[in-house]
Nanobody, 118 residues
Framework: QVQLVESGGGLVQAGGSLRLSCAAS????????VGWFRQAPGQEREFVAAIAWNTGNTRHADSVKGRFAISRDNAKNTVYLQMNSLKPEDTAVYYC???????????WGQGTQVTVSS
C-alpha cells in the first residue's frame, strides 16, 4: 500500500504563491495517476489537478487553470502543485491521492492546510 505525504501548505496573502509536494513511500508511482483535491470547511471535496505518472498528461480544474500547475519529479518520486495568484477562495485542506485512472483514487494523504488571507 502506497503511503502519501503532503507538505508545503501554509498561510499566504492573496496574490501570493505556494508549492505543495506529495511524496510516495513504500512504492513508486509507476503507472498510477496522482491527483490533488481540496476541501474547504462545510464544502465537499473537489478535484484540483492530476497527472498520469508514466505519460505526464495532466488535468486541471477550470477554477485553477492558468494559476495552478501540477508536475512530477521522477527521480524524487514526488508530485508538485505550484499555486500562483492565490485567492481567498483557494483556502482549504489540500489532499494528495493516487489511483489507477483520472477518475479513480484509492490512496490518500493526510492533507495540508492552505490559507489565503485577503
Amino acid at each position: 500500500q502506497v503511503q502519501l505525504v503532503e507538505s508545503g501548505g501554509g498561510l499566504v496573502q492573496a496574490g501570493g504563491s505556494l508549492r505543495l509536494s506529495c511524496a510516495a513511500s513504500r512504492r513508486t508511482f509507476g503507472q498510477w495517476v496522482v491527483g490533488w483535491f481540496r476541501q474547504a470547511p462545510g464544502q465537499e471535496r473537489e478535484f484540483v489537478a492530476a497527472i498520469a505518472w508514466n505519460t505526464g498528461n495532466t488535468r486541471h480544474a477550470d477554477s485553477v487553470k492558468g494559476r495552478f500547475a501540477i508536475s512530477r519529479d521522477n527521480a524524487k518520486n514526488t508530485v508538485y502543485l505550484q499555486m500562483n495568484s492565490l485567492k481567498p477562495e483557494d483556502t482549504a485542506v489540500y489532499y494528495c491521492a493516487s489511483g489507477s485512472s483520472f477518475d479513480y483514487y484509492d490512496a490518500w494523504g493526510q492533507g495540508t492546510q492552505v490559507t489565503v488571507s485577503s
